[in-house]
């Protein structure tokens, strides 16, 4: 026993052990606890009765976790494909040996390095009827020039994709770059020999065969989507109305200020659901590719 | 004091054996070789002698102390890796003395000792470098160094020489070889290159598919393989084989030809009839004028080699070499005559290929 | 390289498409910084009579004065100032932790030779994408236990750990590509293991380092949920500090001077986006990559 402890100083194991014991109790353990709230009818406190999954079917029938997840998969689908398009558009002519790159780069980067609180509370006011461009358009002579959005509970989960792919497009541009920079050089010569269109080129030889790199910033911006919370908090706080809600404000608010424990434990497990959902294809491919 | 015993080392990975009850002894002082190509489990033998890698079952003797549970620092041995695996961001000294830093070595003492080695491998003037300042051949030094430093008496190597260049690679095996001869140390050295096991080992294991093949010096590997696998894993170009079926009276037969045997000297002087391949080194084999009784053979084609050349001649559909003069290779005739020195030659059963 | 700019050359019209696009999406990332900065030095009569988007009359630093001590956040009037300290002061040890805990567990990981080790890596990589709403009460409710909850240490304490999947990961990825032969020679010198991770390992690991810290700093600075739910009133970083500033005087507000406050609280990360661009670039193409 003496020589198997002393052997182990000389092997990960203690680290590992003590490494996974954290990432179980904290993050799964966790996730269990909210589990079994979710079952519960806890409000303030946590209380054990059990009534299965009536908090489920609660949520389906809150007008606000409803709007919330409609907001989501409307946010969510334009953030995503607008950040790929624009992310991409831009990762191609920054990779064609453009001048200034470095100025550019750094322009299209620099939001990331931005609290989504900043990001949030700049497009507040740059969209601000009174105050942002609307005012400008108006001042300079069109009266009648509307571009008021963020106070239209039609339109105000639109700003919040402006915002958010403000923020995130730089990210897609510097990994569909570094996915392109990885291109092999043939490839250009041969498509060049065969006097291929460069946007075909792009669309049909280089971009299929980046479909790991699309994958993971697809990934990447989908759980950003799911957890998104600081940005709305900042820029609209959920309204005009509840026009811009979303599940993961859902949660908290019903955790910390509506005290209602067991709906947000049920409103976060879906949230978790659908992570894991988004994430299984990609999981898989990735550990198929391992073995 | 310091040979090493290896006693039934098995070592399994899943439904995969990497080593078969492999037994070794190496005596104190000995330059051992162990050869064999990728995936033959020679470097899982070596890392279980180091104790870097468990083993299944067996034991591990070195100095007859048995180690086999014991920490690889408390088996008084030092290994020399194929990478050098020196530490990056350490000077050279401290790469020397890390290992007694570590075990709280007295200053005054590690400075000394890694003084001395220093001078013996020429390294002196590389004392305050870091690895990355160094050229390939330096690093390889350094990491003998770091194995000699702590002269414990028996050291390891890893296919040291395969990241060195072929001039290199020569001049260090010689180096090498020497600094063996003056420091007496036992040394264990796995390598695929058959070069370095000829010309470095007091003796050979030749290993396939986690077995030792056989564990004999050099030349009589070369010379009397105890099977067919080392006869033809050694030795370049690849040994001649020439398949056949061994009859009563002493002849192979193949076809309707037939090769006299009479002149080889079979083991325990037995040699029933049986389905069996003859083995003759290039050269082994002269080349005579085409006569009646002596075995014939086309000529295919010559490559002269600089100091020498190979003839391959067409034997019964099989490409045989024969080495021979520069001078006589051009000379050669398309329908040569065939003589085997089958005293240097070796006869092997076709079914499993062990030394007849 | 294997750009495209060595293929056929573009027609101009394309170079000049190509361009304009490049400037209007400059522009475009441009506009929340400018227009941010320029009114955070406008006189407040400047943005009554005209609009976000006009030129100062003249440049005024009084707003950043006001922002850094003397904005109020309800009844507090000390500005942003108390906030920035308490950003540093969570921040800076919750970096380092986390790449210390992060390099050993990402060295031990790559280190570790098990069956399991494939399933523990699967085990992290969910934990990466677990939304915190799934995990949020019950840390509360860990760390309320452990005495930490809303408490300097609790905070510091949440960020290492929600933070480990992450640190982890990338350091583990780090030590995969490390040839395995040091890490053997060092214990063939009698090194254990801790001693081999911090005399051989760590010291080789500075770029791996850097990349993580950044990340860590900007992820840890921006960071506003877990700083609002486990920092405790006497320790609220700067992104929650903004907030309740910006929402304190919402309506007939100082928006010169909330402008000053979100440059403030934006500034550390700029600063360090800015020295440290290329490692910035490389830690979220190999993060986002990998992750």
Redesign the interface.
């Known amino acids: 026993m003496a020589r198997w402890f002393q052997r182990q100083m000389f092997r990960p194991t203690f680290t590992v052990v003590a490494f996974f014991a954290v990432i179980a109790i904290f993050f799964y353990g966790s996730i269990g606890w909210t589990f079994l709230m979710s079952l519960t009818k806890s409000s303030l406190m946590p209380r054990y009765d059990f009534v299965g999954f009536e908090k489920y079917a609660d949520l389906m029938d809150n007008k606000r976790w409803i709007v919330s997840c409609i907001n989501m998969v409307v946010f969510g689908a334009l953030f995503i494909v607008g950040s790929l398009i624009l992310g991409s558009i831009l990762a191609i002519f920054i990779d064609r040996g453009i001048r200034f790159e470095g100025v550019f780069r750094t322009i299209f980067l620099y939001p990331l390095a931005i609290s989504l609180i900043v990001t949030g509370l700049g497009w507040r006011w740059l969209l601000d009827p009174t105050l942002g461009i609307q005012a400008m358009v108006r001042d300079m002579g069109w009266e009648n020039f509307a571009f008021d959005w963020i106070t239209e509970p039609d339109r105000a989960i639109y700003t919040l994709v402006i915002a958010s792919v403000w923020r995130s497009a730089g990210l897609v541009m510097i990994i569909v770059l570094a996915g392109l920079r990885s291109v092999d050089g043939d490839l250009w010569k041969a498509i060049r020999m065969e006097k291929i269109p460069q946007w075909r080129a792009y669309v049909q030889v280089i971009f299929p065969g980046m479909r790991p790199v699309f994958a993971s910033c697809i990934v990447l911006l989908m759980s950003e989507v799911i957890r998104g919370y600081d940005l709305i908090v900042a820029m609209t706080n959920g309204g005009p109305g509840i026009s811009t809600e979303m599940p993961a404000k859902f949660a908290v608010d019903f955790f910390f200020s509506r005290m209602n424990l067991s709906l947000a434990s049920a409103a976060s497990i879906l949230m978790l659901l659908l992570s894991l959902l988004m994430l299984a294809p990609y999981l898989y491919s990735e550990f198929r590719r391992r073995d | 004091m310091y040979n090493i015993s290896l006693n039934k080392i098995r070592k399994t990975y899943g439904d995969l054996t990497i080593l078969h009850s492999v037994e070794m002894e190496i005596t104190e002082g000995e330059f051992v070789v162990i050869l064999g190509s990728s995936g033959c489990g020679k470097s899982t033998l070596l890392?279980i002698v180091?104790g870097?890698d468990t083993c299944d079952s067996g034991q591990i003797l070195i100095g007859d102390k048995d180690v086999t549970?014991l920490?690889?620092?408390?088996r008084d041995?030092?290994?020399v890796?194929?990478?050098?695996?020196?530490?990056?961001?350490?000077t050279v000294r401290r790469n020397l003395s890390?290992?007694m830093e570590?075990?709280r070595v007295p200053k005054a003492e590690r400075e000394a000792k890694v003084a001395k080695v220093a001078q013996l491998l020429q390294i002196d003037a590389l004392l305050d470098r870091k690895p990355s300042q160094l050229s390939g051949g330096q690093r390889q030094r350094v990491a003998i160094g770091?194995a000699l430093v702590?002269s414990t008496g028996v050291c390891l190597f890893d296919e040291p020489l395969s990241n060195l260049d072929a001039k290199l690679r020569t001049e260090t095996r010689v180096e090498l070889k020497k600094l063996h001869n003056d420091l007496g140390f036992t040394m264990l050295y796995v390598t695929h290159d058959q070069v370095e096991a000829m010309t470095m080992a007091d003796r050979v294991a030749v290993m396939n598919k986690g077995r030792v093949e056989q564990f004999a010096p050099p030349q009589e590997i070369y010379e009397k393989p105890a099977n067919l696998f080392v006869a033809s894993f050694v030795g370049s170009p690849e040994i001649n084989q020439i398949a056949g079926h061994l009859s009563g009276n002493g002849s192979l037969d193949i076809g309707k030809t037939h090769i006299d045997l009479s002149g080889y000297a079979f083991e325990n002087g037995t040699r029933p009839a049986q389905d069996a391949i003859l083995a003759v080194r290039c050269e082994d084999i002269k080349i005579v004028p085409p006569a009646a009784g002596h075995i014939t053979a086309q000529l295919d084609f010559v490559e002269l080699l600089g100091a020498d050349a190979l003839a391959w001649v067409l034997y019964h559909g099989k490409r045989l070499s024969v080495r021979m003069g520069v001078d006589q290779a051009r000379a050669l005739e398309s329908e040569v005559g065939l003589q085997f020195d089958l005293t240097k030659a070796s006869v092997f059963c076709t079914k499993d290929g062990h030394r007849l | 390289m294997s750009s495209p700019a060595n293929a056929a050359a573009m027609p101009r019209v394309a170079v000049v498409g190509m361009y304009a696009f490049l400037i209007v999406s400059a522009l475009f990332f441009l506009a929340p910084f400018l227009v941010i900065l320029i009114n955070s030095v406008k006189p407040m009569a400047d943005i009554r009579s005209g609009n976000l988007l006009t030129l100062p009359s003249e440049i005024t630093f009084e707003p950043w004065r006001i922002a850094w001590s003397s904005a109020c956040t309800g009844l507090d009037c000390s500005g942003i100032k108390p906030g920035l300290w308490n950003s540093i002061l969570i921040t800076v040890p919750a970096v380092v932790i986390s790449v210390l805990t992060g390099a050993l567990n990402g060295y031990a990981l790559a280190q570790w030779r098990s069956r399991f080790a494939d399933w523990l890596m699967l085990f992290i990589l969910i934990g990466l994408f677990v939304p915190y709403q799934a995990m949020l009460y019950p840390t509360v409710k860990i760390l309320s236990g452990m005495g930490i909850f809303r408490s300097y240490t609790g905070i510091i304490f949440v960020h290492v750990v929600y933070g480990l999947p992450y640190t982890t990961l990338l350091f583990r990825n780090f030590y995969v590509g490390v040839p395995d032969e040091i890490s053997r020679a060092a214990r063939m010198e009698g090194a254990s293991f801790l001693r081999t991770f911090w005399s051989v390992i760590l010291p080789i690991s500075t770029n791996i380092i850097v990349v993580v810290a950044i990340l860590q700093f900007t992820g840890i600075w921006n960071d506003y949920l877990l700083g609002l739910i486990f920092a405790g009133n006497d320790n609220l970083p700067m992104t929650v500090q903004l907030t309740n500033i910006v929402n304190n005087s919402r309506g007939a507000a100082e928006p010169n001077v909330n402008m000053a406050a979100a440059l403030l609280a934006a500034i550390p990360t700029l600063i360090v986006y800015f020295v440290s661009g290329r490692y910035f670039v490389r830690g979220i193409a190999t993060g986002a990559v990998k992750g």
């Not at chain 2, 890796?81 to 020196?86: D, E, K, P, R």
């Open positions: 890392n180091a870097l549970d920490e690889p620092s408390d041995l030092s290994m890796f194929q990478s050098y695996a020196l530490f990056p961001s350490m890390f290992g570590v075990a770091r702590r």
